[in-house]
């Protein structure tokens, strides 16, 4: 299983950015897909997940209403879309996932002991 985040980069506050995270190695339409942070000095925290099928979707607290999370299966690829961006918003962007992603998206939850991760792409939110 190999996950790549790309689209990480400085920007100002306020403003946007798109993330990408292209799978291989499995059959990524059959596994939810789940976005996670973490920013210095910080616990991981999940930001948002979609279901395998992309038919639903969940966003933490901190960023609702500010990220989209969407799938592409013909391509292996997740997105996450971040709008509004603030400064406490800077952190590593991870994507993740595991046969037990469906259900934890489902249920509304986010699992930090996934089994597999990508390596993460910095976002830096400053003037």
């Known amino acids: 299983v190999q996950l790549q985040a790309s689209g990480g980069g400085l920007v100002q506050p306020g403003g946007s950015l798109r993330l990408s995270c292209t799978a291989s190695?499995?059959?990524?339409?059959?596994?939810?897909m789940v976005w996670f942070r973490q920013a210095p000095g910080k616990e991981r925290e999940g930001v948002a997940c979609?279901?395998?099928?992309?038919?639903?979707?969940y966003n933490a607290d901190s960023v609702k209403g500010r990220v989209a999370i969407s799938r592409d299966n013909a391509k292996n690829t997740v997105y996450l879309r971040m709008i509004s961006l603030k400064p406490e918003d800077t952190a590593v962007y991870y994507c993740?996932?595991?046969?037990?992603?469906?259900?934890?998206?489902?249920?509304?939850?986010?699992?930090?002991?996934?089994?597999?991760w990508g390596e993460g792409t910095l976002v830096t939110v400053s003037s």
């Open positions: 993740a996932t595991d046969h037990r992603a469906d259900y934890y998206c489902s249920a509304r939850r986010f699992n930090n002991d996934m089994l597999y």
């Open positions: 190695g499995f059959t990524f339409d059959d596994y939810a």
């Open positions: 979609i279901v395998s099928t992309g038919g639903s979707s």
